[in-house]
């Protein structure tokens, strides 16, 4: 089992910037992939980042390239999320999630989740 916390959601003005993490334990961290996910109210839930195993592969859904950077640290057992430039559609509730092995943008292929932090953003 692998345990997933996130934090530093909260409420913003557009333009500005949030730091989500979420520290994982249980298993072996670097033995898996993270993945950052968010849910809007009455929306599917969408990949946002991911990250590979060793952090060497990053991936972004399109609508937060060039705003939002996902990194991790292995030594303590956290994966990151910087979010710049928010804007109001940002808006929903972030989830971190965990894969062993590969990277995906699959929601339905990871098998641990956090239980999301609420990332508000007003006009």
């Known amino acids: 089992q692998v345990q997933l916390v996130e934090s530093g959601g909260g409420l913003v003005q557009a333009g500005g910037f949030l730091r989500l993490s979420c520290a994982a334990s249980?298993?072996?961290?670097?033995?898996?992939?993270m993945g950052w996910f968010r849910q809007a109210p009455g929306k599917e839930r969408e990949f946002v980042a991911a990250?590979?195993?060793?952090?060497?592969?990053?991936y972004y859904a399109d609508f937060v390239k060039g705003r939002f950077t996902i990194s991790r640290d292995n030594a303590k057992n956290t994966v990151y999320l910087q979010m710049n430039s928010l804007k109001p559609e940002d808006t929903a509730v972030y989830y971190c999630a965990a894969k062993a092995s590969l990277t995906s943008t699959y929601y339905r292929a990871y098998d641990y989740w956090g239980q999301g932090t609420q990332v508000t953003v007003s006009s």
């Open positions: 249980g298993r072996t961290f670097s033995n898996y992939a």
């Open positions: 990250i590979s195993s060793s952090g060497g592969n990053t």
